[in-house]
């Protein structure tokens, strides 16, 4: 008696929705409690709909005021003091996301299974006569479910216990002798069964196909690390040799700049020596002169005469050496180079220099082309050949969308961003680095690497279509920034009446069926990049095959310079880049 007590207690102070014990407890004008915070938020939940009972589905007109309910909450704290706690799990109440047991009257517990025979879920109490009662042992049993009404037949009101596989659906007994009389029909069970071991040796498939990609990922993981490793040790070898190479040319340097002051040291001393001589000789010189000087100005002829004979010859002058300095005056005998003394020597490091630079640059090709080709050769296999139809093309079609940050202002981007159209105002576009500022053009959102093929609708008279590294210069001239002026894009420019590509500002006229749109065709890969004329039939107008160094982005021009003027498209123009089908 006792328990059944606690179990009434249990079952009337419990909040329906949160399924625990009544906090701050509230009656609503149907007469039925939550608990305060439970009720807000399923109302708050369902703001847009007349609020509701959960229990009982009664609405209000308007959400009722919530008032403590004192009587109640006074008696769960007093049944809180004695132990009472939520309802067991068995004994849960069915809540607004849960199954409820068709067969409970008033307050519904939550089902514990549904049967797919009886189309009826059960809670754990009305469940029992299915595990004892022998028929009823044979009923299907599953997890508690919301779609049993789904193997009704609407038609027939009977469970749909056939499957026609003409119709590819669930009918019941009479529909397979009426409407589908003479279809290929099976009992649902039978086409599970089929499906079932169709599903099995399929997931069989996938299990393998996961053990082999599983494989192929260690293969890659091994292979990341050895590319990692070598790349390392080259980095730590190339460092070597280079630090080597500087070592040795700063050492010669250092040898050359000692050799250099050694020999300015020794030519300074031997002028300065030079210098010294020609001092004393001065020196003696003028006092020679001071005697003859004072010698002349004597009156007295018998003293001239007397002291005239006793001057000593001049002694033989280092001025008359072999040593000259060309000129400093026509009459000077010494002459000098000026400023040249180790030009020799400048020359002499400017050749090694030269010699160098040509080495490095007939050499610096083979180290470049060494690193780009490093190639890791993996278990897929090489890149298949360019397709030969327009279905083959079509394996690789991709959707382009346009970058709003590259678009010049006089471009209008719409058709979300895949086409763009001439227009006369200056759109607002916000700064940005990425922007095209001189040139009429706009790159795609995301790069292209591997193999790729769409399509361009042009309406106008001359466009671009395209393709372009990421670094191409975007506020240049148009020399720098204009597809296919420089060696960072490639261009097919279409006229009304001819084609012309363009590349690393190279033309070369192409000839072919004129037509509004351009298939372009990229295997980034293998270097290719191919432009077709769409029609009824795909004609190639002009196929590249290089090296391609960066990931592309396809890319739409208008207008075209002409005498150094650039040559803006009519208004309206525009081009769309479309997905082929």
């Known amino acids: 008696m006792a328990q059944k007590g606690d179990l009434l207690y249990q079952e009337t102070l419990s909040c329906s929705i949160c399924l625990e014990v009544l906090k701050d407890p509230v009656a609503i004008p149907c007469g039925h409690s939550y608990c305060m915070n439970c009720i807000k938020s399923f109302w708050d939940e369902g703001e847009r709909k007349p609020p509701s009972c959960p229990q009982c589905r009664e609405t209000f007109t308007t959400r009722p005021v919530l008032v403590k309910n004192t009587m109640l909450a006074v008696l769960v704290e007093q049944l809180k003091k004695t132990g009472l706690q939520a309802a067991p799990a068995d004994h849960c109440y069915a809540g607004p996301e849960d199954v409820a047991c068709d067969f409970c009257s008033g307050r519904k517990l939550r089902a514990v299974k549904s049967c797919l025979v009886c189309l009826a879920s059960y809670c754990q109490k009305h469940l029992q006569p299915h595990h004892d009662v022998a028929p009823l042992k044979k009923h299907k049993l599953v997890d508690p479910s919301r779609n049993l009404q789904d193997n009704i037949c609407p038609r027939h009101d009977e469970v749909m216990k056939m499957f026609c596989r003409t119709d ?19 009992t649902a069970a039978a086409e599970r069964t089929e499906r079932q071991r169709e599903m099995e040796v399929r997931r069989q498939q996938i299990q393998q196909d996961i053990q082999d990609r599983e494989k192929d990922v260690k293969l890659l993981q091994q292979e990341v690390e050895a590319i990692d490793h070598s790349a390392d040790k080259t980095v730590e070898d190339s460092e070597e040799i280079f630090t080597e190479l500087i070592s040795l040319l700063q050492k010669r340097s250092s040898d050359v700049k000692q050799k250099i002051r050694s020999q300015q040291e020794t030519e300074v001393r031997r002028v300065r020596e030079l210098e010294e001589k020609l001092q004393q000789e001065i020196t003696e010189l003028k006092r020679r002169d001071a005697e003859m000087k004072q010698l002349s100005d004597t009156e007295d002829h018998n003293q001239f005469l007397h002291n005239c004979p006793s001057l000593s010859p001049l002694s033989e002058s280092t001025h008359s050496s072999s040593i000259s300095i060309r000129p400093l005056t026509h009459s000077s005998s010494i002459s000098i180079r000026p400023l040249s003394y180790f030009k020799d020597v400048t020359a002499a490091v400017s050749e090694v220099r030269g010699r160098l630079q040509d080495i490095l640059r007939d050499t610096w090709t083979n180290v470049s082309l060494a690193v780009t080709e490093v190639d890791v050769l993996l278990s897929e296999p090489r890149p298949e050949p360019e397709p030969t139809s327009r279905a083959g093309f079509l394996k690789y079609s991709c959707e382009i969308t346009l970058d709003p940050n590259t678009v010049n202002r006089r471009l209008l981007l719409s058709k979300e961003n895949k086409t763009v159209t001439v227009v006369k105002k200056h759109q607002s576009y916000s700064d940005h680095p990425n922007r095209f500022t001189n040139v009429p053009q706009v790159l795609s959102r995301d790069s292209l690497t591997g193999r790729h093929y769409w399509e361009v609708e042009k309406k106008a008279d001359v466009v671009s279509v395209a393709v372009s590294y990421k670094n191409i210069s975007r506020s240049g001239g148009w020399k720098e920034s204009l597809f296919g002026r420089n060696d960072k894009s490639w261009s097919l420019r279409c006229y009304s009446n001819r084609y012309v590509f363009y590349h690393n500002n190279i033309r070369t006229s192409i000839s072919g069926p004129l037509s509004s749109r351009i298939g372009v065709y990229l295997d980034h890969r293998a270097g290719v990049l191919s432009f077709y004329s769409v029609s009824e039939t795909m004609t ?25 003027d650039y040559i803006y498209p009519s208004l309206g123009a525009s081009v769309e880049l479309c997905k082929p089908k």
């Not at 590819?168 to 099976?186: A, F, R």
């Not at 190639?540 to 150094?564: E, I, M």
Request: neutral net charge; charged residues 15%; glycine residues 10%.
């Open 168 to 186: 590819q659906k669930c009918i019941c007994y009479l529909c397979s002798v009426d409407e589908h009389k003479g279809h290929d029909t099976v």
């Open 540 to 564: 190639l107008l002009h196929r590249v095959q290089t090296s391609f160094t960066q990931p592309l982005h396809a890319g739409v021009a208008f207008g075209f310079p002409l005498l150094g």
